[in-house]
Each structure stands twice: as C-alpha cells, then as structure tokens.
C-alpha cells in the first residue's frame, strides 16, 4: 500500500469545481503534479489564488476531488492538511509583524520532521540570518518573501504551494527565488505548485507550463515554446488590448500539445496606440486631479507588439529587439534629483566637443527632472513598471532600477559612449547596464568608491572607473577639475573610435577571433593550440579564475569571437563547492544565446581553489590538498562532486543549438592529474565522464568525444585542433566591431 502511495501522483486534481455564491470561479479544473517544480500562469482574476485556497482546504470545493499521494485531502480543514505534508505560501506573505524572524521559523519547525531545519534555512538564506531577531514587521519585501518561504519549507511538506512568490520582489531575490525552486526541483523531495504571473520566472523554473483562462486549465504547454511565442502569450495572458480579446479559447482547449487548426486570414497589422499614465507624478494624500493636458503630455506612443520578455536570465532566448534613437550618442546619466549639477556639467563638457549627448535619469525619487531621458520613463522597463521601483524600501528600489535601466540600455543602438557620476547607490545603479553593452564601447564612472575593489561593479566589462576625491554633492574646484577631466577623457575615446570606425587600416585582414580558457594546470595544452591555430585566428587566452570565463562570454554576447575553445571548465567547480573562483550561473549562457561553435573539454575539473589554508572552510577538513602558493590552495574533488559537475555542465551543453564537441581526456584532465601525480583519481575522473555522458543528449551537432591521452598531451591538442578548423571553416567569420 505504501509502494501505490509513493508512486502516486503528489498532486492530482479532479474535475475541482468552487463557487462564489452564483459566480462560478473554478470550472472543473484538471490538474496532476507528479514530481519537480510545475507553474501555472494567468491573468488576473482567472482562479488561481482560488485553486491553491481549495487545495489548501481555504475554501470548500462544490465538486470534484484533491488528492495527494492518492489519499482525498478534499474538504478537509487546512491544519490537516497542513499536516499530512501540504505547505503554503499565500500571496501577501502573511506574516506577524510582532513575532521575529527566529521566532517564525521556530514556530513552524515543529509540524513535521525532515530535511528542512531552521539552520538549513539560516545557510540557504543568509539574509535571514542576520535579521533574525527583528520583527515581521521590520523587514524589507525581499525578507518577507524569503522568511515566508522558509515558513513553509520548515514543514518538510510533500507538495509545496506557491501563490505569486515574486511579486513585488527585486530582480536579485527573484533571482534567489528561482535558484532555489531549480533546485528544489532537481532534489526531487518535494513537489511545487508555483503560482506566478511572470512569464520569465514561470518558465525558468518548470518545463511545463499550466495556463488558466476564466477557472479552467486552457492548456499545458512546453515552457520553451510558451517562452519563445509572444503572440501567444499576449493572447492567453497580455492585457490593454481588450477589443477582441480571444482569450477563453473555448473548443481549443488541450492537453499537452496545442491543437492545429485551419489557418485564418491574416489580421491587419494594428496601428501604434497611445499608453495613459493616469499619476505622471507620484501621488501623495495631498494630490490634486491631474490636468488632462499634462496627462496628454506624458502619454507614451507604442507599438502594439509585445514587449519582450527578460532574456539576460533566460538562456536560448534572443535580445530584444534595439531601438534607434538617431544618431550615435553619449549617455550621461545618474540621479539628477542628487547629482543633477554634476551630470549637467560632464554634459556640457561633452556637448562642446560637437558630441550629441542624452542625459538619462535614474533616480528612486519619483521627482521628475529636466532631462532627455526621465527616470519614470526608465522604470516602465522593469516587468512591474513604476510600482517596482518608486517604492518606500530604498534599497528594493535601487536595485529595481538597476534592472529597469540596464533593460532599457540593452535596447538601445545607438551608444557612442556612457558616463555617470554618483556615490555607492549611484554607482550600483548605472553599473549592471553598463556591463550590458558590448566592450569597446567607451564607459566611465566617477565614483566615491573608485579607489577601493572594483570588481563587483566592473565584472567582466570595460569600464573604466575614477576616484571622485571628494563626495559627489556639488560643484567645487576638486570635483570640477576631476569631472572636466573624465568628461575631457569619455569625449576622447568616443571620437577616437569614431575615427577609426571611419578610417579602417585595410592593409592588415581581420581574422577571425577564437576565445580560449586556461589555468595553469592545462597551459601545455593551449600553448599547442594557440601555435597551431594563430595564424588563421586571432586567439585570445582566458585565465579561467571566475572573471576571465564571464570576460570570455561577455565578448561572445558581444559578437566578438567567432568559436570557443573551452578547454578549462574549471570555474564551474568552485561554483559548485564554494571555491575563490567561481563562475556564475550563466556560465555557457552566452554560448546557449548565440550559438558559437563551442569546442570544450574537462580541463582542471579535478580542483576546487581556496585562498590560504587556515581559509579553508571546517567541512573539508581531512580531504586532499596541494598548496599552489601561499595564497591559493587546491583541494581534489570527489567522484560524487564530479558526478554533480557532470550532470550540471551536461545540462547546459543540452541547450547549446550551435555546433558543440566535448572532450573527455581519458589519461587526466590536469596536469595535477597524471600518473604519479597527487591528484592522479581515474576513479573520480571516470565519474566525471559518465555522468556526462548519462546527461548530454547526442546529436550529430553535439556530441561528446573521449580520446585515450591526458589534456596536456599532443594528441589531445590535435584532436580539440581538428574538430573546431571545420566548424570554423564552414561559416563566415562572425567578428565585427561592437557597437
């Protein structure tokens, strides 16, 4: 009996039917979660908060069956089925503003025993952590959602139910959000039911997707599809386009794979339609009417098509589509309700080299500012439009913002050039779309945190950065003289590239350029690529130390490299383990978006890289160790972490569509590990090899290939030498100057 139960669906409903007194909310829906992570997207006002309100025993259904694990959950009162193993987390978080963070977790810890204890919820959420003793009431709406999460979870359910778990979050917490749910899928304990109305993060996280249309499942359809069609998603889940609005689909109504019907004659295209902001300024209880006039003014012009979703975090899927605004140009841009002098000074000093610029707001504010580009304009970027980023939390704001104007950057094709000035805040807001634009694009930020560690603002872009010396507030004789100079320096690179861009040197040929990534333990190797390749392509080496793999991938975004010899994955190790050099999770992202040939291989998998080794954390104590210098330590990986590192790059080679080939070094993937060697493992090796091989799916674009020699070997060269001449030989050298 326990056997049928285990194999028994965790969720299936069965013809559900609920009613608000005479409106009929929930019409016979049919619904089955078997296992991993399924979303169900909709409209506003479409049941779905009813649905998971009957699952969870809120509301009486007036017909039809829920059923988990096969036992019949349906009518019973919500603290048994809380019980038998159903969590939920409702829309809103419901939290108690009077009880702590630890107090909350405390409290719901002791409903049923498992994996999910309040110390796993303390590592998976730091930020709990350290808010753990304010109130519910005290935290921001990302620490909401994440204690709210962590709630449920904390009850080890069997199925776990998700009604909008990113609403009103900032893009890096819908980030963790979605992290966590891929991976609560992957583990495979529980089952989840998300709720969501962003389409981005619905079909990120499940491979199916459920849409509901007036109370009943109009459909289950593959989340590559759903995600690649934007007419259908305006049909079944677009709004402001009302007038035939087709979205009960009536007899169209299926199961898995959409219906095929009779082709219909093709709509006229429709005119471009004006979009109303009803509060062009931000309302307050002392507001007054808005003027028609000013209404009128600030309406924007757009075109009926749909906006396209967010791609940067989504693999496979294409930018969107750039969108000329003249002439090449210079943005200046900052938040000019603080900085406004500042950014109208570098402004000048630009304008007067004969350089067209754009001053862009980015202010949180909300007050508007005389400028080409206003912050409201900017913030309709953002999924959630305005309300995501003119809210009271400053630091949500901020980094919604961020997101809202490295999207509208991103769509922009005309950029000569980029220019900011401002503290820590300004720097972090300007900083993530600068990253977007393609390198060579000249991009320099004054900033108050200039003289110290960079990186996080730089990443793997070109962006130069100047110590403003004293605190961007006002115009003085330091902070004169230090703008003049970067205006003087920005309007410097911009028409120096404009001049060569205008006067090619037509004596040299162009060849193609070929990304490559090393670590020390695999140079042997790429020093005999590198000679045998060098004269037909320009090979650009990257040390493979977190950054030198995203600065490898920036360039492929940027259509820079025509190929990709990913000779050292090594990074994807310390993403996996904790390690200094980690990659992040969009490594192979770019080589997913743009199809490159890719040339790849296992190189320097068998390592994981830690600073000193006092820095060393407590639960590797007793593993293999070699001390590389005195500041960098290797630690061997395991047949189980290469089993792991295995399923997760298969994973990603899975979703390259461009021409792939994989090498699997079958005599050591280092020089570490050789024969004799002290990280010479074939047994971990082995497991590293299988668990590709179980993963990736063969084609004859993408296929994995195991040569009997060690990485550092001729033959191993010869052979990642002979597989990418041809891919490259086949197609047209795909360099071309960034725009």
């Not at 911009?494 to 037509?506: H, N």
């Not at 070699?626 to 990986?637: A, E, G, K, S, Y």
Request: proline share 5%; with cysteine; glycine share 10%.
């Amino acid at each position: 009996m326990n056997e049928v139960r285990s194999s028994a669906p965790a969720l299936e409903v069965r013809a559900l039917d609920v009613y608000y007194g005479h409106s009929h909310a929930l019409q016979g829906v049919d619904l089955r979660l078997d296992t991993g992570v399924f979303s169900l997207v909709g409209r506003n006002g479409m049941g779905k908060t009813t649905l998971c309100k009957a699952i969870m025993g809120l509301l009486r259904p007036s017909g039809g069956s829920v059923r988990l694990r096969g036992n019949d959950i349906t009518g019973l009162n919500p603290a048994r089925i809380a019980r038998l193993g159903v969590g939920y987390v409702p829309q809103g978080r419901r939290l108690w503003r009077s009880l702590s963070v630890d107090e909350h977790l405390r409290l719901a810890a002791g409903l049923r025993r498992g994996a999910w204890t309040v110390e796993r919820v303390y590592e998976t959420f730091p930020r709990l952590a350290e808010r753990r003793n304010n109130g519910g009431g005290q935290l921001s709406g990302g620490e909401q959602q994440m204690l709210a999460i962590s709630r449920a979870l904390l009850t080890n359910p069997q199925l776990l139910i998700m009604d909008e778990p990113t609403e009103g979050l900032a893009p890096v917490i819908v980030a963790q959000v979605e992290e966590m749910l891929i991976r609560l899928g992957q583990d495979g304990d529980i089952a989840v039911l998300v709720i969501e109305q962003n389409i981005g993060v619905a079909t990120a996280i499940s491979p199916r997707v459920a849409i509901m249309v007036n109370g009943r499942i109009n459909r289950i359809i593959d989340s590559g599809r759903l995600a690649a069609d934007r007419e259908l998603q305006q049909r079944l889940l677009g709004v402001g386009q009302h007038a035939g609005d087709e979205t009960d689909l009536g007899a169209e109504q299926v199961r898995d794979e959409p219906v095929v019907r009779a082709a219909a004659p093709a709509a006229p295209k429709a005119a471009p339609v004006k979009v109303y902001v009803s509060n062009p300024v931000l309302p307050t209880r002392w507001s007054q009417p808005v003027p028609i006039a000013q209404i009128e003014s600030k309406a924007r012009t757009v075109s009926t098509s749909v906006t396209r979703l967010d791609d940067a975090a989504r693999q496979g899927r294409e930018r969107p589509t750039a969108i000329t605004s003249g002439p090449p140009a210079v943005i200046v841009v900052g938040t000019l309700d603080t900085k406004g002098d500042e950014l109208r000074f570098i402004r000048d000093i630009i304008a007067g080299h004969g350089l067209r610029t754009r001053l862009v707001d980015v202010s949180t504010s909300g007050r508007h500012a005389s400028c080409d580009v206003s912050a409201q304009e900017i913030a309709l970027n953002h999924p959630r439009g305005g309300a995501a980023v003119f809210g009271s939390d400053r630091g949500a704001s901020v980094t919604a913002m961020a997101d809202a104007f490295a999207r509208w950057l991103r769509r922009q094709d005309n950029v000569a050039g980029i220019i900011s000035a401002g503290g820590s805040g300004g720097t972090s807001l300007v900083a993530p779309g600068m990253r977007e634009l393609a390198v060579g694009v000249p991009k320099l930020i004054v900033s108050t945190v200039a003289s110290g560690d960079v990186g996080a603002y730089v990443g793997p872009a070109d962006i130069t950065m100047m110590y403003s010396v004293t605190d961007v507030q006002g115009l003085n004789s330091i902070s004169r003289a230090v703008l003049s100079n970067a205006a003087h320096a920005l309007a410097g690179m911009v028409m120096a590239r404009q001049q060569a861009s205008a006067a090619p040197d037509r004596s040299k040929p162009q060849r193609p350029a070929i990304g490559i990534t090393m670590f020390g333990v695999t140079t042997p190797a790429v020093q005999k690529i590198t000679a045998e390749l060098r004269d037909d392509y320009e090979c650009l080496v990257f040390h493979a130390t977190g950054v030198g793999g995203r600065s490898m991938e920036k360039l492929v975004d940027s259509g820079l490299l025509a190929g990709v010899v990913d000779l050292t994955t090594t990074e994807v190790c310390d993403l996996l383990m904790g390690g200094v050099f980690p990659a992040t999770e969009d490594r192979f992202g770019a080589v997913i978006r743009s199809r490159v040939p890719y040339v790849g291989s296992v190189g320097a998998l068998d390592m994981v890289n830690f600073g000193a080794p006092e820095t060393i954390p407590e639960r590797y104590r007793g593993r293999k160790f070699h001390v590389h210098n005195p500041q960098v330590t290797l630690m061997r990986t395991t047949p189980a972490e290469n089993a792991q590192i295995g399923r997760w790059i298969g994973e990603r080679l899975n979703r390259m569509d461009g021409p792939v080939r994989f090498f699997l070094p079958e005599k050591g993937v280092s020089a570490l590990d050789a024969q004799g060697q002290p990280f010479f493992d074939r047994e971990a090796d082995e497991a590293l090899f299988r668990s590709l091989e179980q993963t990736v799916r063969q084609t004859s674009g993408r296929r994995l290939i195991r040569v009997p020699h060690h990485i550092n070997d001729n033959e191993f060269a010869a052979a990642v030498i002979g597989a990418i001449r041809p891919m490259l030989g086949r197609l047209p050298a795909r360099r071309r100057q960034a725009r």
